[in-house]
């Protein structure tokens, strides 16, 4: 590709560990670990060698394991699933958003519960040990008896499989192969023993409350993580779709499975924002269990915002991963006198604490910088006729607002395949490439439609109450053959 970066380089060295060491072929008790481990060992290894910014490690001082004790016991009284009754659908949802009226929303699944006439349970996990309230969601019950008893089984080792055995050595080879090729220090074998004691105590407990809930259909966010969830779905015999979240690429490795490689504990299907998402990466599932549906909160924001503003401003997208560069085009480009652009860098909320440290030239730069306080994403997108980043799936957000968006060659921006291939973004490699190209004026419209299908609340809860009623979907009901 001619936007590839090192990040190319990483993938195909890490697939080629895969492939050699046959990782894919680890089991424990029958169960494939290394599907379940993979994603987060990339997420490691980038961090480590400083491709995507710091490893951010799990809190495991006496006072976090205190205040999941503490939630772990609130959970037996206040928010507890194991209180539920039997419906017809499951919702395991992502962490909250705030909204404008001091409600927290899960965006993903909120606009649906509004308007789905169904039986729905909705569940959802600790984030940083809170829980956001008030939220939208009428009767949400919390995972947290589940998520820190297995957490301390994990820590204390208490019960669980034999830590040693043919597994362990072969994570202890992949360990030392990774750690030679990337230079880096891992903990594959600590990795898969926490996997395991996990697993162990999480398991029994999600078939319990499975069989007290009696679903016909669990819907999911962001699967990774929660393989144990799935998998106890699957023994029960009920059907998982997982609503997409985030951009799929062949680099999102909880998704992309090329060549050999599956996943077992994977969701039966997949909801996704378009059509493009569905050959973005080598996908577990046959066409037919792949839905385009649209993305219902970004929808709904995009028409609270018509008629868009689209005054002659360039929004910067930061990231962790790619800030110190970005930081430093978007203060050259405020800065230079033939550029008649407002500009206004929109920090990534790690970066809200620290940018000031991080990024020193952005504090005397003729330009906005929006953090916590600032107007939202969505308000900027919409008064903005142009769109900067490198990788932040919130450039994909900004397409569906008809951005002219250039990209920077800095590593992620891979992952903005589809975007550039199919002439949504240019890539750019200065500040000065990009003060040229903003003068370019034949900049042809962006297909929506392609990353984002419209009436998305319709379609989701058209095609997963069809998944509930009859275990299959219509082709009227998804639009196509």
């Keep these: 590709m001619e936007y590839s970066t090192e990040l190319d380089g990483f993938h195909e060295r890490f697939m080629a560990i895969e492939n050699k060491l046959g990782l894919f072929d680890v089991t424990v008790d029958g169960m494939p670990v290394w599907e379940r481990l993979r994603e987060a060992v990339k997420i490691d290894l980038l961090a480590r060698t400083g491709l995507t910014g710091t490893v951010h490690s799990a809190e495991s001082s006496l006072w976090s394991r205190l205040r999941g004790s503490y939630l772990m016991m609130r959970n037996l009284i206040i928010g507890n699933p194991f209180l539920g009754g039997a419906s017809e659908m499951v919702f395991f949802g992502h962490p909250r958003r705030k909204e404008r009226d001091g409600t927290w929303w899960d965006i993903y699944c909120d606009p649906l519960h509004r308007e789905s006439d169904g039986d729905v349970f909705h569940m959802e996990p600790p984030w940083n040990f809170k829980h956001f309230t008030p939220a939208e969601t009428a009767d ?12 301390t ?27 030679a090729e990337f230079d880096v220090p891992l903990d594959l074998q600590g990795q898969l023993r926490t996997l395991l004691q996990e697993r162990t105590v999480a398991k029994p407990l999600y078939d319990r409350l499975l ?21 106890a779905c699957h023994d029960a015999g009920v059907p998982v779709a997982e609503l997409q979240h985030g951009q799929i690429s062949p680099y999102s490795y909880q998704h992309s499975f090329p060549g050999d490689r599956t996943k077992h504990a994977y969701p039966d299907y997949l909801l996704t924002f378009g059509d493009v998402w569905e050959t973005a990466a080598s996908l577990p599932l046959a066409h037919d269990r792949v839905f385009p549906v649209g993305y219902p909160y970004l929808e709904r924001e995009l028409e609270r915002r018509q008629p868009l503003a689209r005054g002659r401003q360039i929004v910067f997208i930061s990231t962790p991963e790619a800030g110190h560069r970005l930081s430093e085009i978007a203060a050259d480009i405020s800065a230079r006198p033939d550029v008649d652009y ?13 940018w000031e440290s991080a990024y020193p030239w952005l504090r005397d730069a003729p330009l906005s910088v929006v953090g916590r306080d600032g107007p939202s994403l969505y308000d900027l997108f919409a008064e903005s006729s142009v769109q900067v980043g490198v990788g932040s799936t919130a450039l994909y957000e900004g397409l569906a607002f008809e951005l002219t968006t250039y990209l920077l060659r800095e590593p992620t921006v891979e992952w903005l395949g589809p975007a550039i291939e199919h002439g949504d973004a240019t890539v750019i490699e200065s500040a000065s490439e990009l003060a040229g190209r903003l003068g370019d004026a034949d900049r042809r419209p ?7 299908k419209p009436d998305a609340v319709s379609n989701a809860v058209g095609v997963l109450e069809e998944l509930v009623e009859t275990g299959t979907v219509r082709p009227d009901v998804t639009g196509r053959e």
């Excluded at 949400?140 to 957490?151: A, P």
């Excluded at 994990?154 to 750690?179: C, H, I, Y």
């Excluded at 069989?211 to 998998?231: K, Y």
């Excluded at 206004?344 to 809200?352: A, I, Q, S």
Aim: proline share 6%; hydrophobic share 30%; aromatic share 12%.
């Design 446 to 452: 962006v297909q929506r439609e392609r990353y984002f």
């Design 342 to 354: 407002e500009v206004v860098y929109k920090l990534h909320p790690d970066e809200y604490d620290r």
């Design 140 to 151: 949400c019950r919390y995972t947290d008896l589940i998520e820190y008893l297995g957490r």
């Design 153 to 179: 089984n994990a820590t204390f080792e208490l019960v669980g499989p034999d830590s040693k055995g043919p597994p362990q050595e072969r994570m202890a080879q992949a360990e030392e192969r990774f750690e």
């Design 211 to 231: 069989a007290r809930l009696d679903p016909d259909l669990v819907v999911i966010i962001a699967h990774s993580g929660r393989e144990t969830f799935i998998e």
